[in-house]
């Protein structure tokens, strides 16, 4: 990925989207090996409902992983300066996510945009919110 240009962004434009899934379960498992994050919720149906749940669920984490790819597939990984969320409700294996990031503001003095980010359901049930602070060239 090359390091993107500042003048190249303006307020109120989208990135393109990041689609992800529909989420299975392996995706799960795996995520679980990779982030040590071995929570039978996330990785055994049978005590997610036990537990109330009525499944597994993602791990937020992996949802925020989705929306740092989305953030990767369009700039350089040194310009990421800033990334967080919130965590807005839960994933189920079988849904779809929608990652997408926004131009919430340019700063001239330090060539610097702030993006807002979410993460939905192709049915609009939002996962996370969050903002990322983006360094450009």
Request: net charge positive; hydrophobic share 35%.
């Amino acid at each position: 990925m090359n390091r993107v240009k500042y003048e190249n962004f303006q307020v109120d434009q989208e990135l393109e989207p990041l689609k992800v899934g529909p989420i299975q379960h392996m995706d799960l498992v795996r995520y679980a090996g990779a982030s040590g994050d071995f929570n039978p919720i996330h990785t055994d149906p049978e005590f997610a409902k036990k537990v109330g749940l009525g499944g597994t669920i993602a791990h937020g984490m992996y949802v925020m992983a989705q929306v740092g790819r989305l953030l990767t597939n369009h700039f350089h990984l040194h310009q990421i300066k800033k990334f967080g969320v919130k965590f807005k409700g839960m994933t189920r294996p079988g849904e779809t996510i929608i990652c997408t990031g926004k131009v919430k503001k340019k700063n001239d003095e330090t060539k610097t945009i702030i993006l807002t980010l979410q993460a939905a359901s192709e049915t609009g049930d939002v996962k996370l919110t969050g903002e990322a602070e983006i360094a450009c060239d």
